[in-house]
């Protein structure tokens, strides 16, 4: 794969947020998923000193970066100073019409709220922790603070198409929501395609992006039956243009190679009624994809390439 040849993170040459794509040929990175453990599902291996670490701002200038203090507060006076977007005309495109959930996985006050986070929901093949702290690099910059980068990138690009977009958090709660809740947003909203933005926390050397899938599940009030063949979908097209708008590789350690993987322990995914995936950007863990992950003009490509897969899906 074409693993090095992206390690200095080049700014695209084009502007930032240009339109995304309306067709986009998969990569042909994704075939089929090798059943596999790890992911985020679980604390990784991090998550520990994550939920004591200082998250600290990306380096990289010149484009939006959430604040480094977290969580993000609610007070009508901090709430005119955040990144949080102010209402603005919805503009039209090919996804008018269309909804996209973005779940921002974890939350920048998770940490500061462990035994809220601790208590058990039931995701349908069991009960699992409301939510994590998740992991961070080395250098402490939370996989909460990218995801809500990411996510916000994200959202301002399938905007641009017209589609309307709602985020599961944005920074304006003081921890969560609970897996379960996340799900039941998605669902509520009728969305048309939930993607929930994540980075993994594993051994330095493992690296590169995975989709994780939903397995099909039913029991304990959850029902993936219908969800798995769009899911599908949906993640193939997205990985598929992940690495064509990043430039980085399929995981070297869950997938077999194919960016792929699927799960039926994500309460996020097995309460889930409507298309939905998660993606792990990358692993924080690694210092190579974390240089990338710290990049403002590398997420910017990650929020792209996301929507590009989501983009083809809505059009297909
Ligand atoms: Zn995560």
Redesign the pocket.
Known sequence: MRYDEFAPPTPRPGPRRRPVFAAVALAGACLTAAGCGGG?GGPPPGDAKAGAARPSAPASPGTPSPRPSAPEATSPSAASTSAKPKPKPAARGPLTGRTVVIDP??NPGNRDHTREINTQVAIGTGHKECDTT?TATDAGYA?ALFTLDVSRRLRTLLEGEGAKVVLTQDGDRPFGPCVDERARIGNAAGADAVVSV??DGSATGNRGFHVILPAAVSGGGADTTKIVAPSRELGERIAGNFVRATGSAPSNYIGGDTGLDTRDDLGGLNLSTVPKVFIECGNMRDPRDAALLTSASWRQKAALGIAEGINSYLMR
């Open positions: 985020d996985g974890h998740g996989e994540h980075a």
